[in-house]
């Protein structure tokens, strides 16, 4: 069953999340940005645990998260311990929600418009994993090009 990858697709990333939140040599570098790059690694971990929280926990998990998606780009300075206990809140909530999903559930259409079109719980429960993987390969590559001594 689908809900099975799923579930362990964004484990996995959102461990390799941890690493690489954890990697940074200097915790200050979690939030630097530089000339082209709009975006720090911290800024957008904090972007990814909002997103999965607001599509996956509150919808399918009914947790009753409130988004502030204009907050995860300003906030700034939280402290590496601190994402790291959002990620692993987040395992656990996405790791429920889509638990919780039945095959039949996963044909139904997503019960809010967030593109154009209306698109089923499959398509998109796949644009988020692969939207995390986009994500975690920006941090990574943020961490390697601007974490230097």
Not at 10 to 16: A, C, H, S
Not at 17 to 25: A, G
Request: hydrophobic share 40%; proline share 3%.
């Amino acid at each position: 069953m689908l809900t099975k990858t799923l579930q362990q697709l964004f484990k996995r990333d959102l461990e390799k999340l941890k690493v690489e939140i954890e990697s940074y040599r200097d915790e200050k570098k979690l939030w630097h940005v530089e000339k082209s790059i709009p975006n720090s690694a911290g800024n957008l971990c904090l972007h990814l645990i909002g997103n999965l929280n607001h599509f996956i926990g509150a919808e399918f998990g009914k947790t009753g998260y409130v988004r502030d998606r204009p907050l995860e780009f300003s906030d700034k300075n939280v402290p590496r311990e601190i994402l790291i206990q959002k990620i692993n809140e987040t395992i656990n909530v996405v790791d429920m929600s889509i638990g919780k999903l039945t095959e039949s559930q996963l044909q139904q259409d997503y019960p809010v418009i967030v593109f154009a079109d209306k698109m089923s719980n499959e398509f998109f429960l796949v644009h988020l994993a692969a939207h995390l993987s986009y994500h975690l390969g920006q941090i990574n590559y943020h961490r390697r090009l601007l974490d230097t001594n």
